[in-house]
T-cell receptor, first 114, second 116 residues
């Protein structure tokens, strides 16, 4: 079974600084996808970024980048130049090729302070 | 506006009552999903549907039922058999039905269900 681990306690980050959120996963499969979602206090899950297991380059989407280390089975999210609106829970998730079932970690809480 | 609409935003259930949560999407997506989120936890899959008139159980289907009579609609019924229904329920949809790992799921705003 897939297992996603996010173990960092809640994080405070200064506005305009970068923050890295850790995610490790456990799988013996070779073909899979990794996702990060943001959940603000309103509750909606917002898709941020995707990384395929065969992608050679790390994914980037604006201020978000994914530090993918396949051998270490880690997929850390980096948020650059933090903004107050980045305060939220962030979830790492994983899906296997041919399988719609997303498996989620327990999330990281980020609070951006001015 | 394209997106996923969940209603109601808040719902209260009495003992022994069935309640139905609505999920509608106008994204023309084939696949739809229901997740449950408990405080401090990630999401757990209840049911999913890859095509109209077909659906599969997820990890925690007991006490829930679904239907998929139309492509755009995937209602979830929380039955009286679900003894601990208080949670945040999220509906999602995706365009591809299991053909690629890059199968991004987009979510609605959620329904908070509480027991009276």
């Amino acid at each position: 079974a897939q297992k996603i681990t996010q173990t960092q306690p809640g994080m405070f980050v200064q506005e305009k600084e970068a923050v890295t959120l850790d995610c490790t996963y456990d799988t013996s499969d070779q073909s899979y996808g990794l996702f990060w979602y943001k959940q603000p206090s309103s509750g909606e899950m917002i898709f941020l970024i995707y990384q395929g297991s065969y992608d050679e380059q790390n994914a980037t989407e604006g201020r978000y980048s994914l530090n993918f280390q396949k051998a270490r089975k880690s997929a850390n999210l980096v948020i650059s130049a933090s903004q107050l609106g980045d305060s939220a829970m962030y979830f790492c998730a994983m899906v296997f090729y041919g399988n719609n079932r997303l498996a989620f970690g327990k999330g990281n809480q980020v609070v951006v302070i001015p | 506006d394209g997106g996923i609409t969940q209603s109601p935003k808040y719902l209260f259930r009495k003992e022994g009552q069935n309640v139905t949560l609505s999920c509608e999407q106008n994204l023309n997506h084939d696949a739809m999903y229901w997740y449950r989120q408990d405080p401090g936890q990630g999401l757990r899959l209840i049911y999913y549907s890859q095509i109209v008139n077909d659906f599969q159980k997820g990890d925690i289907a007991e006490g829930y039922s679904v239907s998929r009579e139309k492509k755009e609609s995937f209602p979830l019924t929380v039955t009286s058999a679900q003894k601990n229904p208080t949670a945040f329920y999220l509906c999602a949809s995706s365009s591809q039905a299991g053909t690629s790992a890059k199968n991004i799921q987009y979510f609605g705003a959620g329904t908070r269900l509480s027991v009276l």
